[in-house]
């Protein structure tokens, strides 16, 4: 019996998103579904190394479908524009502004995605899939689900951040056999934005949990490498540099930590944003490490292969994001890790930190607070092993692959077994119901 197979299609391979295609496609059945992933920007050859290690079939379509994030370089884009749709509706109503928006994004699609239509289909055609799995929401990828429409294909499509839908987005809803959503905020948000609470469910992230050490063995060794004595209190924020991500909040609670531990240092994982705005914000970061006198206190990393060693060297992780994370991978991985995490409360945090419990929340924006609670996990040893111990078993029992990919095999199950020989049809009417 032929193996159906699931082509996951995804605009960038890079960020957690990719990450946690990855694992997903690593960790199919493969009596069940067999995987291919393609990706429309192949920016680091690290997934694809992965990708080929797993025996993964990789297609790479071009650069052309680089898309922004998740629309948050827009919302905070340096270039002054003038606001036309606030101005029609100050003038107008918002009827105007709507209507406008609809239209700049009706051309905006024709101009920019229409022209990927024809490619995702000869790439659908070759592959010959059961069904689609788009990895990056709905409003990047029209194309795809327009081409797999076309080509009578089932779909799922993962929400993995704070999608700003507008009318026009909202025309292709309708095409979508399911939506998976990592977070209990992120559905509430497409709820919100039109979305039918029938047509989605919440499947969190999920990893490898044997990859994450519990032993802090490497902890020495890592120390050595940047420099420190072995026994360097340590805390560390892992991610991309991009503006919300919030590291000048870590840089400054660092600083004022180290007024009560001297010897504190910390580490900053990941590598700035292919922008020039990012590209700002990394200098903005070394000139703000200069201002706090921790040049020799802090290391920029760069973008890090070895994620899981660093994590188990931290006595703790901070995710000091400045705005909601959609999930937050990375807290999931130092749970893993047995490290106390110090997260901003906000967004698909609150899925998996319980104050207190089995990770410390803290006020978005809040050096002070932030400083207060690396003081008290570095502090009482207690206290952060015991918070350590409870973040590894709630990633055990929550947040495994196993649990993971059978949910989302299940999604699949259910689509294919309501095929009924067409793709659903597209209903106009249904789509602009907002």
């Known amino acids: 019996m032929t193996v159906p197979r699931v082509l996951f299609l995804a605009r960038t391979a890079r960020g957690g998103s990719a990450f946690s295609l990855y694992h997903l496609a690593k960790g199919l059945d493969r009596h069940r579904y067999a995987p291919v992933v393609a990706f429309y920007a192949l920016e680091q050859a690290h997934i694809a190394d992965q990708l080929k290690a797993a025996q993964i079939p990789l297609e790479v379509l071009g650069n052309h479908f680089a898309a922004k994030a998740d629309g948050r370089e ?172 919030g590291h000048e909040y870590f840089l400054q609670a660092l600083a004022q930590a180290k007024q009560t531990i001297p010897s504190l240092r910390g580490l900053i994982i990941g590598e700035p944003e292919h922008t020039a705005e990012n590209a700002a914000y990394y200098q903005k970061l070394l000139t703000l490490t200069e201002t706090l006198g921790l040049q020799n206190e802090v290391c920029f990393t760069g973008f890090r292969s070895d994620v899981p060693r660093l994590l188990a060297a931290l006595d703790v992780m901070v995710l000091a994001s400045s705005e909601p994370e959609p999930f937050g991978r990375v807290v999931i991985e130092a749970m893993a890790a047995e490290r106390p995490v110090i997260a901003t409360a906000a967004g698909g945090v609150l899925d998996i930190i319980e104050h207190e419990v089995n990770g410390w929340l803290i006020p978005a924006k809040d050096a002070p607070a932030m400083a207060q609670a690396m003081v008290k996990m570095l502090s009482e040893p207690t206290l952060a092993r015991r918070i350590g111990q409870a973040a590894r078993q709630t990633v055990e029992e929550r947040f495994t692959l196993a649990v993971h990919v059978e949910r989302v095999q299940k999604v699949y199950d259910g689509l294919l077994q309501a095929k009924s020989g067409a793709a659903r049809p597209f209903s106009t009417a249904e789509g602009l119901s907002v």
């Open 74 to 245: 827009a919302m905070h884009s340096s270039r002054p524009k003038r606001n036309w749709a606030g101005w029609l509706e100050a003038r107008f109503g918002r009827w105007a502004s709507e209507a406008y928006r609809f239209f700049k994004s009706a051309y905006k699609f024709l101009k920019d995605d229409a022209p990927l239509i024809a490619p995702t289909m000869r790439l659908i055609r070759q592959t010959q899939p059961a069904l689609v799995h788009f990895n990056n929401g709905l409003r990047p990828s029209k194309p795809i689900a327009i081409a797999a429409w076309l080509m009578r294909k089932p779909m799922v499509c993962h929400v993995r951040s704070f999608e700003h839908l507008g009318w026009f987005d909202l025309l292709f809803r309708s095409l979508v056999g399911r939506f998976i959503y990592i977070s209990r905020a992120v559905e509430q948000h497409s709820q919100r934005a039109g979305i039918s609470a029938a047509h989605g469910q919440i499947i969190h992230n999920a990893l490898e949990v044997a990859q994450y050490a519990c032993s802090p063995a490497p902890a020495a060794e890592v120390r050595r490498e940047f420099g420190w004595p072995a026994e360097t209190p340590l805390v560390g924020i892992v991610g991309r540099l991009d503006w919300w991500k």
